[in-house]
């Protein structure tokens, strides 16, 4: 049929009848929120380019999760930021390090009620910023983190935590880390590969956050925006060494990313809204140009209806509220 026989605006005209017939639908499960935790701090420190969000203490930290476990959300992405920081990111793999603390702290107060996560590179910890160690000539050593991030999964193992997610897009950083993490005895924690994380000029943000000593980029491991293709073969790669989970990020800059993924994993499908989007979102709204609220829910039921089975969100505890409201 043609028009005037056809008329789409039908399916259009209330609010009821848009609920009705919605193809995509968010729910507070789906939602993940990535925490910030700092060693040796009295009280939360805001994170300037990032309003609303904060370095936490382990403390704050805790009050923090059970507000996401009563929000409804779907899980905790746990980011450490050590007081000292070396060559090697030592305090990555101590058990006793700022990270291994949190995550104990947090599945003692949610452990039951959210899937607590925690990131698996080294950048947070070292000095030079990389998600890797250094060869000498300065370029980051691929089999040399790979030993390092077995260690990680181990030790963040043993705090307890339920998922990893290797996000240093390091060759066979997810086969190493299956390995390790069964031969230990810890076949029952989960991964959460980054599998197509693109290098992006979105991360700022997020370096604050962890207090990056960063010099350069991280164009020689993290993908290349101008390709798609190669997102493809990480998935194959993921999958085939074991992952459980796999990402796409940054979620809105690569929707066509996600989508491709999500049509073609057999695992489920995440997407992280970096640090730089939720910035942006901020940055215009203080300044009067958008609606907040409705961007944000936007932003997501894009991300949603672009494939993303599960989004980690800096909003996720404000988006579920809305949601449930």
């Known amino acids: 049929m043609t028009f005037p026989d056809s008329r789409p605006r039908r399916l259009r005209t209330t609010p009821a009848v848009r609920r009705l017939v919605a193809e995509t639908r968010l729910h507070p499960a789906q ?134 997610g290797p996000s240093g897009m390091m060759d066979g950083q997810i086969g190493v880390v299956r390995r390790a993490l069964d031969a230990a005895g810890y076949q029952d924690t989960a991964i959460l590969a980054y599998t197509a994380k693109y290098a992006s000029a979105l991360y700022g943000p997020f370096r604050e956050a962890v207090d990056s000593g960063l010099k350069g980029d991280r164009k020689t491991y993290q993908q290349d925006l101008a390709n798609a293709r190669e997102a493809l073969r990480e998935l194959e790669l993921d999958v085939a060494e074991g992952a459980d989970l796999v990402m796409v990020k940054p979620a809105g800059p690569c929707l066509d990313i996600l989508r491709a993924v999500a049509d073609r994993s057999p695992v489920p499908v995440v997407a992280y809204q970096i640090s730089g989007e939720y910035s942006m979102v901020e940055a215009a709204a203080a300044n009067g140009w958008i609606e907040r609220e409705r961007t944000i829910m936007e932003s997501l039921l894009s991300i949603s209806r672009a494939g993303g089975e599960q989004i980690l969100t800096y909003w996720a505890v404000e988006a579920a509220r809305m949601l449930r409201a």
């Open 31 to 164: 939602l993940i929120l990535p925490a910030f935790v700092r060693e040796g701090i009295g009280e939360p420190v805001p994170v300037g380019s990032m309003p609303g969000v904060v370095q936490h203490t382990r403390d704050s930290l805790r009050r923090a999760a059970a507000e996401a476990a009563e929000a409804g959300i779907g899980g905790i992405m746990l980011f450490g930021v050590p007081e000292h920081k070396d060559a090697v990111g030592s305090a990555g793999t101590d058990p006793d390090g700022i990270l291994q603390q949190a995550i104990r702290d947090v599945v003692a107060e949610v452990g039951e009620q959210l899937v607590v996560m925690s990131d698996l590179c080294l950048d947070e910890f070292t000095d030079h910023g990389h998600c890797g160690v250094l060869a000498a000539d300065g370029s980051v050593d691929n089999d040399a983190t790979l030993e390092r991030y077995a260690e990680m999964a181990v030790v963040q193992a043993e705090a307890g935590v339920h998922m990893v």
